[in-house]
């Protein structure tokens, strides 16, 4: 199974090393409609690969899946930040925050499939007629823009990897970047391994399996609709480490319960703990707007590396204990956010505490204050002007 993720990994890896050249060559609007066609013709090769126990027709599915995926999250990022600056205000969190709860419809139709026993083959052919109709159906009228730019085309080969290559020198960036990371091992960890631990460790059906994520997946979609005042009102910091507390308390549930009844309880604080990493973390990113998209593209590239290697290590450990027991292998990444969570400030030392900072401007204003005070109440003999040589007799 970790194999066959990672083939997933490898297919939006090799795509994200040409789709900022093809979004900027030929277009966002071209780039939907073709990753529309390409998404339907991989998830009919998935459904036919079920129906024929063919793992290597999976395996070419799911390759060009995830390779047409990436083509479309470009091109529907792009178009969300144009959507953005028209209205002129930050609405991207509550654009993703749509994507998860199509994700979260998708799965509830999943589970009440798997529920009244189809056969999994329909459900991949009965998605790519419907949504690909709807999708190349509403392209035309979702894209503001959509046009080349070939000016810039030249310039984007190489994805995220080329464009950031400067900013891995700058250790704020290196720091965010493995805060991505583990976000982003938080929810594709779920996506990928929650499903199956509900079926293989507690032995529950299918259906359960995608219930208990679609849980996580509506836990995760609350918070992120309501990320922006909850950040406002916390700060970055707060809401990171907070964020990483309840990841953790999530997968204890999931690894320790003692019954079947506490894992809805864990799917929850997974899921809202998995909601505000990345978009903090790309946030931050974006702080200096002279360098946001390289940037940006620069912390990205720890997420691809995360979907290379984690897949690979959680199925290692699922061979050695029990598959539960080896997602708290995010439980330790999560860790790993919480300590780093001071990267994301918008300024301000890495490591050290901005309370103890202006305590120690506060002081050194004090002692320059005092000193200031001190020598005002000395006058020299050269600053007493006039007055002083009338009292003290002149000598020739």
């Known amino acids: 199974m970790a194999l066959l993720i990672a ?20 277009g966002t609007r071209a780039l939907l409609v073709w990753s529309s066609v390409g998404w339907a013709v991989a998830i009919i090769l998935v459904g ?42 930050a609405i991207m969190s509550q654009f993703h925050g749509t994507f998860s709860l199509g994700v979260a419809i ?21 998605a790519a007629a419907v949504i690909t109709a709807v999708r190349l159906a509403i392209v035309p ?24 290559k400067a900013e891995y020198r700058e250790r704020r960036v290196i720091l965010i970047g493995l805060i991505v990371f583990a976000a982003s091992m938080t929810e594709m960890t779920a996506a990928q391994w929650m499903a199956l631990t509900i079926v293989d460790d507690f032995d529950r059906p299918e259906a359960m399996g995608d219930v208990i994520y679609w849980v996580f997946v509506v836990a995760m979609v609350t918070v992120r609709w ?56 790309f946030t931050a990113a974006a702080d200096d707007p002279t360098r946001a998209a390289a940037r940006v593209a620069a912390v990205a590239s720890f997420s691809t590396v995360a979907g290379l290697l984690v897949p690979q290590l959680i199925g290692f450990l699922g061979e050695v204990v029990p598959l539960r027991d080896a997602l708290l292998v995010v439980a330790a990444a999560s860790a790993t956010s919480f300590a780093l969570a001071r990267a994301v400030r ?7 505490s901005q309370r103890a900072a202006r305590r120690r401007a506060e002081r ?18 050269d600053d007493q002007g006039p007055s002083s040589s009338s009292s003290t007799p002149h000598t020739s």
């Open 106 to 126: 998708s799965l509830g139709v999943g589970a009440a499939l798997s529920h009244v026993g189809v056969n999994p083959v329909w459900h991949f052919l009965g």
């Open 48 to 89: 036919l690969s079920t129906a024929m126990s063919a793992t290597w027709l999976f395996s070419l599915g799911y390759f060009l899946v995830t390779f047409s995926m990436a083509f479309t999250n470009v091109a529907i990022n792009a178009e969300a930040a144009t959507v953005e600056r028209f209205m002129g205000r």
């Open 226 to 281: 309501f990320g922006a005042p909850i950040i406002a009102r916390l700060g970055r910091v707060v809401s990171l480490r907070i964020s990483a507390v309840l990841v953790v308390a999530g997968l204890l549930v999931f690894a320790f319960a003692p019954a079947f009844s506490w894992i809805p309880f864990g799917a929850v604080l997974w899921g809202m703990g998995a909601a505000l990493g990345v978009p903090i973390a």
């Open 141 to 164: 009228v979702s894209c503001l823009d959509g046009s080349a730019q070939p000016v810039s085309a030249s310039a984007t080969l190489g994805g995220p990897f080329a464009t950031a």
């Open 346 to 352: 918008t300024e301000g030392a890495l490591f050290g």
């Open 7 to 26: 083939l997933g990994a490898i297919g939006s890896l090799i795509a994200l090393l040409v789709t900022g050249w093809a979004a900027a060559r030929f």
């Open 364 to 381: 050194a204003a004090l002692e320059a204050d005092e000193a200031g005070a001190g020598g005002a109440g000395y006058i020299d003999d």
